[in-house]
């Protein structure tokens, strides 16, 4: 799923956003997909955690 959050993210950039800010658009599109595909990533992650039996324990 986060492979398909960057794939748009990059699309969307090259495309939509070039169209505004020319060049900057691409440089920034890779970036732009990374950080669509944390947004996606991070709850997911902290949704597995609390499912797991150990992340209820505390390492010292």
Same mark, same amino acid.
């Given at each position: 799923?986060? #492979?398909?959050?960057?794939?748009?993210m990059?699309?969307? *950039?090259? @495309?939509? =956003?070039?169209?505004?800010?020319g060049?900057?658009?691409? #440089?920034?599109?890779?970036?732009?997909?990374?950080?669509? *595909?944390c @947004?996606l =990533?991070?709850?997911?992650?902290?949704q597995?955690?609390?499912?797991?039996?150990?992340a209820?324990?505390?390492?010292?």
């Amino acid at each position: 799923m986060a #492979c398909m959050i960057e794939l748009v993210m990059r699309i969307a *950039a090259t @495309v939509g =956003l070039a169209r505004i800010i020319g060049f900057t658009a691409v #440089c920034i599109a890779s970036p732009m997909a990374w950080f669509g *595909a944390c @947004v996606l =990533l991070i709850p997911c992650y902290y949704q597995m955690m609390k499912k797991l039996p150990f992340a209820e324990k505390k390492v010292l």
